[in-house]
Nanobody, 122 residues
Framework: QVQLVESGGGLVQPGGSLGLSCAASGSILRINDMGWYRQAPGKQRELVAIITRAGSTTYADSVKGRFTVSRDNAKNTVYLQMNSLNPEDAAVYYC????????????????WGQGTQVTVSS
């Protein structure tokens, strides 16, 4: 069983900054890609940022230049630093990880965190 535990959400004023973190724990051999998605009310879940194990990153156009994704492989943790937040960034943010189980290194499972609320409001 693998768990992703997110932290760091909350309320921030427009133009402000917020940092999220997500730690994976449990029976896992290796984590490949890790990333963040978000879902606003009435909208589909969308990609925010992804980082490979080697550190290559991909961002949604809407967050490029404002958000930074990073990870610590030794801690199985991914981070998201969000700057210059605006009301359109308000959503539930979900952590995602592609994990390789120790019992079958040929498999990759997709794990999700429980989500953390980010509210941008004055």
């Amino acid at each position: 069983q693998v768990q992703l535990v997110e932290s760091g959400g909350g309320l921030v004023q427009p133009g402000g900054s917020l940092g999220l973190s997500c730690a994976a724990s449990g029976s896992i051999l290796r984590i490949n890609d890790m990333g963040w998605y978000r879902q606003a009310p009435g909208k589909q879940r969308e990609l925010v940022a992804i980082i490979t194990r080697a550190g290559s990153t991909t961002y949604a156009d809407s967050v490029k230049g404002r958000f930074t994704v990073s990870r610590d492989n030794a801690k199985n943790t991914v981070y998201l630093q969000m700057n210059s937040l605006n009301p359109e960034d308000a959503a539930v943010y979900y952590c995602n990880a592609d994990g390789v189980p120790p019992e079958d290194p040929t498999m990759v499972y997709h794990y999700w965190g429980q989500g953390t609320q980010v509210t941008v409001s004055s």
